[in-house]
T-cell receptor
Framework: QKEVEQNSGPLSVPEGAIASLNCTYSDRGSQSFFWYRQYSGKSPELIMSIYSNGDKEDGRFTAQLNKASQYVSLLIRDSQPSDSATYLCAVSGNKLVFGAGTILRVKS | KAGVTQTPRYLIKTRGQQVTLSCSPISGHRSVSWYQQTPGQGLQFLFEYFSETQRNKGNFPGRFSGRQFSNSRSEMNVSTLELGDSALYLC??????????????FGSGTRLTVV
């Protein structure tokens, strides 16, 4: 079992729709959870962090954490073509472990 | 504020050679982590350094090594290069590393090609 699992996609959504990205993790002792965005040919960029159960909103982005279910998600509202990228979930236990990423394509 | 600087950006090496990659973290950041990124395996953790000490190591062979200097700059070395070592090597800096609730800031990476 992989430590952090994500659906590789691609996830295709129309412009203006909500994109929902999901991630599960195996280490129950994990403390911190992050979402990174990586454009093709670029390095990952931190877009959201979440540390406690519930929702955290930042602009068009909402991160959701459910430690009991070992589940993290990222919602992107009003999706734009510029949101097209690979989204990486990262979980911090005794090291920061990344999922393989979900490719998001926003169609105009 | 300068970001994370990795040098060189691109490298082409021959099998059997060794290579050294360099990373300068954001000023004030004491933690430096290294990752290998390949299309098939995604981002794989190599090691993390904090205040010149290796705090954690991933599941890579001993050919992969690293170190951190007193100014927090870090280097990683790969000896006896194999074709499978071709990848993007990313360095990330953080105030406190995984133990703190800090995100990592990545450098632009070094693209290593082994021929």
């Amino acid at each position: 079992q992989k430590e952090v699992e994500q659906n590789s996609g691609p996830l295709s959504v129309p412009e203006g729709a909500i994109a929902s990205l999901n991630c599960t993790y195996s280490d129950r002792g994990s403390q911190s959870f992050f979402w990174y965005r990586q454009y093709s040919g670029k390095s990952p960029e931190l877009i959201m962090s979440i540390y406690s159960n519930g929702d955290k909103e930042d602009g068009r982005f909402t991160a959701q954490l459910n430690k009991a279910s070992q589940y993290v998600s990222l919602l992107i509202r009003d999706s734009q073509p510029s949101d097209s990228a690979t989204y990486l979930c990262a979980v911090s236990g005794n090291k920061l472990v990344f999922g393989a990423g979900t490719i998001l394509r926003v169609k105009s | 504020k300068a970001g994370v600087t990795q040098t060189p950006r691109y490298l082409i090496k021959t099998r059997g050679q060794q290579v050294t990659l360099s990373c300068s973290p954001i000023s004030g950041h004491r933690s430096v982590s290294w990752y290998q990124q390949t299309p098939g395996q995604g981002l794989q953790f190599l090691f993390e350094y904090f205040s010149e000490t290796q705090r954690n190591k991933g599941n890579f062979p001993g050919r992969f090594s690293g170190r951190q200097f007193s100014n927090s700059r870090s280097e990683m070395n790969v000896s006896t290069l194999e074709l499978g070592d071709s990848a993007l090597y990313l360095c990330a800096s953080s105030l406190g590393g995984w133990q703190g609730n800090y995100g990592y800031t990545f450098g632009s990476g070094t693209r290593l090609t082994v021929v």
